[in-house]
């Protein structure tokens, strides 16, 4: 990572993790897609259960990026015990996140649904898929924070054959269990969420196979272990901004459902499928940053500014390149995208121009993401969080309520308007950045 030419390294280590970033995102939309067909009220369900998988994948990711960030950084650093103590300590922590949100599936999900809908229907599968989907979430965290540990190495291969096993595993089960395929039983929405937790433990199996008993930088081991306050403290300086950074994108969907549901039902449906469309876009530039994040770590920790510097040229350029391809998608063929969904009419009329609106963030929103990457990789998590609830909660949420007096076309101008302000402010603290920290670093390495 410190001496490999640039742009051949980030797209060695980034294609693997862009690949099982689409892989996720393929298995997010056929579970919609599979739901769409018992039909609306199955879909809505889903859609008002998703800001909460949200916060699932926040958490995990977040202190999965804590854990990445420590380790690359010791790994650059040359301190292989430090190293491997973070990624003993990033088990642990997988294990206890998941309990908290074991015992929230089993207390608040059935307030959360009465909160947003009246329909029985509704109620019902959502809590029964919402229920399912956090009880049974020690899958989902215990293989993210393994595969973020085998990332900051620079083994990206492993990680993306980890999601791909879950995901392979979720789309064979979703028709069979939804539909109740040969001798499955048809569980309807419930279905679906069995299917998703059932990849997540065949890939979290798959994923200790790999970190016990292959031979990687570092290594997990209990023997001898002694918890680390300072440890945990180190891994969450960075995780606990990026898991709020990512559960913003929850806590808007709460609000924005909110707002939304007050139009229709189907107008929260769009902003669901809008989101599970959208993956195909962003989730290729989150896989590149899980590639370029622990290659600015190395040569952070290594006081490399040059390659340093190289790393986010590279990943702009990169990321900017699959933004715009998804904006001309989206404004090209916005009505075969919702098709996929067996969409109402009404779904249609209100699909078409928000897909097309909302879609002219994505190339903005290149800047947010790929700074918001370099921040967490150097350490400077209360950035990447400020830059986080600037782009998806203190902008976006007070416009589109403010634009939902004008009529429903209206909100979804909220999304470009909050990602060009973001643009300012990422621009801004780079440039202290440049003038404060990078300073210091060696400019002839």
């Known amino acids: 990572m410190g001496t490999a030419p640039m742009f051949r390294l980030i797209m060695s280590m980034a294609l693997p993790a862009m690949f099982s970033m689409l892989i996720q995102a393929l298995y997010n939309v056929v579970d919609s897609i599979f739901v769409s067909k018992i039909n609306e009220n199955a879909l809505a369900a889903v859609s008002l259960a998703f800001p909460i998988q949200m916060l699932i994948i926040a958490v995990a990711v977040g202190t999965g990026v804590g854990i990445n960030s420590l380790v690359s950084r010791k790994l650059g650093e040359g301190d292989i015990k430090q190293a491997d103590s973070a990624a003993t300590h990033g088990l642990l922590l997988g294990v206890a996140s998941w309990l908290v949100f074991a015992i929230m599936g089993l207390s608040v999900v059935r307030p959360f649904f009465s909160f947003y809908t009246d329909s029985r229907e509704i109620f019902d599968m959502g809590v029964s898929y919402l229920s399912c989907v956090m009880i049974f979430s ?24 980890f999601m791909l096993i879950g995901a392979v595993t979720n789309i064979v089960l979703d028709p069979m269990f939804i539909f109740g395929i040969g001798f499955f039983p048809k569980l309807g929405v419930l279905g679906a969420a069995v299917a998703t937790v059932i990849g997540q433990i065949v890939s979290m199996i798959y994923a200790i196979f790999i970190m016990f008993c292959k031979k990687h930088a570092v290594k997990i081991s209990f023997k001898g272990f002694k918890p680390s306050l300072s440890i945990v403290k180190k891994i969450y300086t960075v995780g606990v901004p990026s898991i709020v950074m990512q559960s913003i994108g929850s806590v808007l969907l709460l609000f924005l459902n909110q ?162 302000v973001s643009v300012a402010a990422a621009l801004l603290m780079y440039r202290n950045l440049l003038h404060g920290d990078f300073k210091k670093l060696d400019t002839h390495a």
């Open 138 to 161: 020690f899958g989902c965290f215990v293989e993210i924070n393994l595969e973020k540990t085998l990332q900051a190495t620079g083994n990206m291969i492993q990680p993306m054959i």
């Open 259 to 420: 707002i939304l549901v007050g139009f229709s039902t189907a107008a929260v449906s769009v902003l669901g499928v809008y989101y599970k469309l959208q993956s195909f876009v962003f989730m290729p530039v989150f896989g590149l940053n899980q590639g370029s994040m622990p290659i600015m770590g190395y040569n952070y920790g290594a006081r490399n500014k040059k390659r340093l510097l190289l790393a986010l040229k590279y990943s702009c350029f990169i990321a900017l390149v699959i933004m715009t391809v998804g904006t001309a998608v989206f404004w090209l063929f916005p009505e075969l995208l919702l098709s996929m969904f067996s969409p109402t009419r009404e779904m249609i009329e209100i699909g078409v121009p928000a897909l097309r609106t909302i879609s002219m963030c994505f190339v903005p929103a290149t800047i947010g993401i790929v700074f918001t990457t370099l921040f967490q990789a150097v350490g400077k998590g209360l950035r990447s969080l400020f830059l986080s609830v600037l782009r998806q909660l203190v902008v976006i949420v007070p416009v589109a309520y403010l634009f939902s007096f004008i009529d429903l076309w209206a909100v979804w101008y909220a999304f470009p308007i909050a990602e060009l």
